[in-house]
């Protein structure tokens, strides 16, 4: 190999170990991997650029403001409670879920309604754990269907133009993402569903540990509390606890206030203070001179003075990954408080505010009601949803979000304009007609997302530009000569890009097999387009681990998964997606 393809080597293991250890977001490491090529003279500035000139990231950007509008507006969200509750509500739910993820981003689309098939299970009685697995996997399989289905689809489209190809069309890829979407869907369906077990969603676990970790005492009338601040009574320095909320009687002795435990709150006779923390340790406060225990709980029916409570789960990207909730300052920093931590396949002990936080986690936040506006979409958190309250009223637009949706895929579909500008045209429709606001659109758009594929684009261009795509491809070529042909060549690379997306990310893992795939075609003299397909195939259905895909990090904090479950559940849908693609893909593209 040259100078140049070690080099490229040695940076691309580094990026992978790097990216496995998971202790930095794939932005940094991979737009670190291209900086490193460039300085080390491996690529031009232009391809360390590709990334930031290509149209995906755009693209991507504006279906975002796209399904922004969508859930500002509920456009689709009511189709959650249309198909759950009826005779076959898995499959319809499954299926429903799939059909949408074709034009509109996915992860969007299930922070949108994982929340609502919480709320439905909680009023019903039904295990959410039964559904939200299968939520997740429904929308992934039907992210192959069309070109704008997820994120990956247009970075694999936009590597394989910079080899010299024409880009994917929008309906390209259908002739093998929806016959794997169908099979994935009745795997999913059948025995997907008697392999899942059942678990305590988040929502059930939360509420015991928040009733483990509260507790609420009021203030005596003649103790030395009434009339100091909180600040100076040392309520807010206390070991292994904190004080969440106030709840004080009105003027007319009948309504009863909640209010946030700020600092210079002044307590006042017969106010209940909410502590949340260690169960072991809220038993020091009955010796606490001016407190008498109360036996009601308080915290989880808090309803007055504007305080909700929340589910927050931590994405990847979030600032809070590695910090506990005091290093992070949490309650300063998000104006909450949180009163239990919720981790997958994990049990938490000891104090709330020491524990180090993980992607997936989820937190049941008391806060303002202002909380879920001003976090929700936010990198910090995959999703935010209010506890035991019906989602807020539709907004008008939604019709215009539906005739935009429309819009684009037929303009791309027939040519008219490029995809990237049917994109803009659409979200800019929503804007101009009401849908959603400028600030709301740009808060919808997920900026690491876009900078992640800018980033992995010029790195699969580099890899290429290298030349250690084409020595890989010589080592990949072998499957050619043991006889199998095409079918050979696409299992080989399937595989191993499924490999790769569960170590890193999807898309991390689309830059780095495209460029090896195209110069395994080109040894093998086989038709490119058929292994990009294979390789879009396998970076997008990730089901074997929660980790490889964002809409699975979301639900597994959220339906109480183990880790486990993935791959009990992913496992056979994982096989039925290689063999549905290794019949298909010769066909349609060799």
Known sequence: MSADSWIALIVLIVTILVLVTDRLPPVVVLGGAVGVLLFT???EPDVALSGLSSPAPATIAALYV??????????????VDRTLGKRGSLIALTGSTAA????VPNTPLIAMFAPRVVRWAQRTGNDASRFLLPLSFASILGGVVTLIGTSTNLVVSDLVQQSGEEPFGVFEITVVGLPVAIVGITVLSTIGARLLPRRTAA?????????EFQMAARVTPDGPLVGRTIADSGLRNLDG?????IERHGVDGAEVVSMSAAPDTVLEAADVCCFVGDAGRVIGLHDLPGLEATEQSHVLQAEGAGTKVFEAVISPTSRLVGHSLRTAEFRSQYRGAVM???????????????IPLRPGDVLLVLAEESFGHRWRGDLDFSLVASVNEPPPARRSGGWLVIISTIALVLIAATGLLSLFEAALLAAG????????????????INLNVVLTMAAAISLGAGVSQSGLAGEIAQLVQQADRLGFGDVGLVVAVMLATLVLTELLTNTAAAAVMVPIAMSVATEAGAEPRMLAVAVLIGASCSFLSPVGYQTNLMVYGLGGYKFSDF???GAPLTIATVITSAIIIPVAFG
């Open 41 to 43: 003279n491996v690529i």
């Open 66 to 79: 796209l399904a922004g509008a969508a859930t500002a507006t509920g456009t689709f969200a009511t189709l």
């Open 100 to 103: 949408l993820s074709a034009v």
């Open 203 to 211: 929502d059930e676990d939360l509420g015991r540990r928040a009733r």
């Open 241 to 245: 606890v904190f004080l969440a909320l």
């Open 340 to 354: 239990a931590i919720h981790r997958a396949d994990a049990s938490l002990g000891g104090q709330l505010g020491r």
């Open 429 to 444: 429709a929503v804007i101009l007609g009401g849908a959603i606001t400028l600030h709301e659109g740009w808060r919808a």
């Open 567 to 569: 791959t009990r559940v």
